[in-house]
């Protein structure tokens, strides 16, 4: 079972910037989509940003678009969140997540890493 890491989360001021890592235990492995989710107190989980595995460009959430960006290291089986201008309400948990080949939807997951954005 493959399995995420996810690290790099922390408590950073209001208009500070965070890169958060996801690792995968697998090596080249094939992928439909990898994604970043958070989840904030109170509130449901969401998407954050993702790629397909097939190309494209990647999706990002309107609340973050111009200020996170996702990117990946194939020969690393890794996964980024660079995220900058960050904001109050960008709190919360986030997880790293992958649709595996075949997979209906994201069937892999992390443990989450807590982001905090101080005031």
């Known amino acids: 079972q493959m399995q995420l890491l996810e690290s790099g989360g922390g408590l950073v001021q209001a208009g500070g910037s965070l890169r958060l890592s996801c690792s995968a235990s697998?090596?080249?492995?094939?992928?439909?989509?990898m994604a970043w989710f958070r989840q904030a107190p109170g509130k449901e989980r969401e998407l954050v940003a993702s790629?397909?595995?097939?190309?494209?460009?990647?999706y990002y959430a309107n609340n973050v678009e111009g200020r996170f960006s996702i990117s990946t290291n194939r020969a690393k089986n890794s996964v980024y969140l660079q995220m900058n201008s960050l904001e109050v309400e960008d709190t919360a948990v986030y997880y790293c997540?992958?649709?595996?080949?075949?997979?209906?939807?994201?069937?892999?997951w992390g443990q989450g890493t807590q982001v905090t954005v101080s005031s």
């Open positions: 997540a992958v649709q595996r080949v075949g997979a209906s939807k994201y069937d892999v």
């Open positions: 697998r090596r080249a492995f094939t992928f439909d989509a």
């Open positions: 790629f397909r595995g097939r190309g494209g460009p990647p």
